[in-house]
């Protein structure tokens, strides 16, 4: 009778199949590496290695690194060779680069959940979350740095399933990757 039953818990197990494999890495902004920059002046946590790349308007030359992951992550920021040094033209600067990035997508159905004013390292910035058309969620920053504008940016889609902890939409995740952001001198 015993024999009996050894087999049939094993065949139980077996059907129910292998484990499922553990959580990606991007799941532990903890555990991430993290990645200097010095020709872009900044340094930033990813979870994989990113990929560097240059564009050139014709003006000015904007320089991104990306991963894509379980979310899209990017830093991309422009040097515009001269000193962004007076208190109101940075807010005012920032201002309007959340409002064209909002005006950019407000025809798919733009909702804000937050809108803030941050300081990272001593330079001035703005932190923007939104929805866009309950399909998307973008969280940025931009911070004033010196003669240079940074773009930190996340993109997800809303309320996949893969969120390890509920429906904030991997807020701790994207805390992880833009809360790690820092220039450096």
């Known amino acids: 009778m015993m024999v009996l039953l050894v087999p049939a818990a094993f065949v139980a197990a077996y059907a129910q199949g292998p484990p499922p494999p553990p959580p990606a890495k991007d799941y532990f902004p903890n555990t991430w590496d993290e990645y200097s920059f010095p020709d872009g002046k ?3 946590r990813f979870p994989r290695k990113p990929v560097e790349s240059t ?3 014709g003006e000015y030359k904007t320089n991104s690194v990306n991963y894509k992951g379980l979310l899209d992550y990017q830093v991309s920021y422009v040097d515009y060779g001269v000193p962004i040094d007076n208190p109101q033209k940075v807010k005012e600067m920032l201002q309007a680069m959340k409002t064209a990035a909002l005006n950019s997508i407000r025809p798919k159905g733009v ?4 809108d803030r004013e941050v300081v990272v390292d001593g330079h001035s910035g703005v932190f ?8 998307e969620v973008i969280r940025m920053q931009w911070v004033a740095a010196g003669s240079r504008l940074y773009s930190i940016s996340t993109v997800s889609r809303k309320g996949i399933p893969q969120e390890l902890e509920g429906k904030d939409d991997f807020e701790k995740i994207v805390v992880g990757f833009i809360g790690s952001f820092h220039v450096i001198p």
């Open 42 to 44: 900044f340094r930033i």
């Open 55 to 57: 564009t050139n308007d």
């Open 111 to 114: 909702q804000i959940i937050a």
């Open 128 to 135: 923007i979350h939104v929805e866009v058309g309950a399909k």
